[in-house]
T-cell receptor, first 111, second 116 residues
């Protein structure tokens, strides 16, 4: 059983649609990170959320950390083909630089 | 800055062969790590280092060795390759600050390894 459950595992939608993906756990975390990974490349950090209930925006991407700091969501408004990629969430386990990762949501935005 | 570099990009081995995956970073980061990425399983930590001369095991260390003689380099050695080690391997580095907002991990482009 994964410590972090990401859903859905796969999502394919048309350009212009909105979508939300989730990262859930039964454990409480001090912080949570979202990364995006494009094919053939390593993951790249999008955001770190620290405070329960925190909302951060990155252009058309909105990230929220759950009030109890057990889960997080990523909402994309008016998705574009450039948003295509694998979205990964990660949390610190043993220390702030040792991360546990979810399996990811593979997102495809069709033109 | 080149960031984190990895070589080779692709590698095919036969069972029992050995090889070293190279990783280097030019950001003067203290912390470096190796992950493997398999479909449906996310990234799993193999070994990590908190500074030159210091290494420790992660979640899946069996079959792999590491060393850290300099801040810049962190090679991963497969002593006797097995088909179960077929995977994509990523090296990452980060600043060793204790703040939650200072632990961004910077990844290399990965090495795709196939063991026959």
């Amino acid at each position: 059983t994964q410590l972090l459950e990401q859903s859905p595992q796969f999502l394919s939608i048309q350009e212009g649609e909105n979508l939300t993906v989730y990262c859930n756990s039964s454990s409480v975390f001090s912080s949570l990170q979202w990364y995006r990974q494009e094919p053939g490349e390593g993951p790249v950090l999008l955001v770190t959320v620290v405070t329960g209930g925190e909302v951060k925006k990155l252009k058309r991407l909105t990230f929220q950390f759950g009030d109890a700091r057990k889960d997080s969501s990523l909402h994309i408004t008016a998705a574009q083909p450039g948003d295509t990629g694998l979205y990964l969430c990660a949390v610190p386990k043993w220390s702030n630089y040792q991360l546990i990762w979810g399996a990811g949501t593979k997102l495809i935005i069709k033109p | 800055n080149a960031g984190v570099t990895q070589t080779p990009k692709f590698q095919v081995l036969k069972t029992g062969q050995s090889m070293t995956l190279q990783c280097a970073q030019d950001m003067n980061h203290e912390y470096m790590s190796w992950y493997r990425q398999d479909p449906g399983m996310g990234l799993r930590l193999i070994h990590y280092s908190v500074g030159a001369g210091i290494t420790d095991q992660g979640e899946v260390p069996n079959g792999y060795n590491v060393s850290r003689s300099t801040t810049e380099d962190f090679p991963l050695r497969l002593l006797s390759a097995a088909p179960s080690q077929t995977s994509v391997y990523f090296c990452a580095s980060s600043y060793s600050g204790s703040s939650e907002t200072n632990n961004e991990q910077f990844f290399g482009p990965g090495t795709r390894l196939t063991v026959l």
